[in-house]
């Protein structure tokens, strides 16, 4: 099994930045992807950022520019770094793995809340 775990939420203000972190454990050798998705009231939710294994990114439109994606093996710990927020980024994001075998994103962190307000 997977453990994922994101942590570095809060509160921000617009224009400001946050990094978000998933630490991983387990069998994290299953996961051949990594994905940041948000979500926010009365929407689905969104992947906003990928990771490959092999280091193909991918950004959803709204954060393409703003946001970075990043993976630091020796931590086990994906990141998103996320710059000039808006307040339309407010949401819960959550980390998740994309199993191997599957092809799903079976493998979910718990989230973390961000609020972009003044």
């Known amino acids: 099994q997977v453990h994922l775990v994101e942590s570095g939420g809060g509160l921000v203000q617009p224009g400001g930045s946050l990094r978000l972190s998933c630490a991983a454990s387990?069998?994290?050798?299953?996961?051949?992807?990594m994905g940041w998705f948000r979500q926010t009231p009365g929407k689905q939710r969104e992947l906003v950022a990928g990771?490959?294994?092999?280091?193909?990114?991918n950004y959803g439109d709204s954060v393409r520019g703003r946001f970075t994606i990043s993976r630091d093996n020796a931590k086990n710990t994906w990141y998103l770094q996320m710059n000039s927020l808006q307040a339309e980024d407010t949401g819960v994001y959550y980390c998740a793995g994309r199993d191997y075998d599957s092809g799903e994103y079976d493998y979910w962190g718990q989230g973390t809340q961000v609020t972009v307000s003044s």
């Open positions: 387990g069998t994290i050798f299953n996961i051949d992807a």
């Open positions: 990771l490959t294994d092999v280091g193909n990114r």
